[in-house]
């Protein structure tokens, strides 16, 4: 079962393996919050701010999000220097 939860929510011993899926760490919070911080599978900056900014709405987030999942990683990191690849791959 996959939970989520926000980086502002407290840690609970029943949360299970923590993982940070966030393009930048988080202010504030130390490395030991979390069990593996994953930013390759974090929406793209592009898209991120979209959402902020309310250009998409939710439903449309979630779409393009999808989107960007199904196709992979790596495409952005030739365009964006503060990317960092965590090293981890998944298989597809």
């Not at 923590?18 to 974090?42: M, Q």
């Not at 991120?48 to 979630?62: D, I, P, R, Y």
Request: net charge neutral; hydrophobic share 30%.
């Amino acid at each position: 079962m996959v939970k989520t939860k926000s980086t502002e929510d407290s840690v609970s011993s029943r949360d299970g393996l923590r993982l940070f899926v966030t393009r930048y760490w988080p202010r504030g919070h130390r490395r030991d919050e979390c069990d593996e911080w994953i930013p390759s599978l974090a929406p793209s900056e592009t898209l991120l701010h979209g959402f902020q900014s309310g250009e998409l709405t939710w439903k449309q987030f979630e779409r393009e999000y999808k989107a960007e999942m199904l196709k992979g990683y790596g495409d952005e990191a030739g365009r964006n220097d503060r990317m960092r690849n965590s090293g981890v791959s998944f298989p597809v």
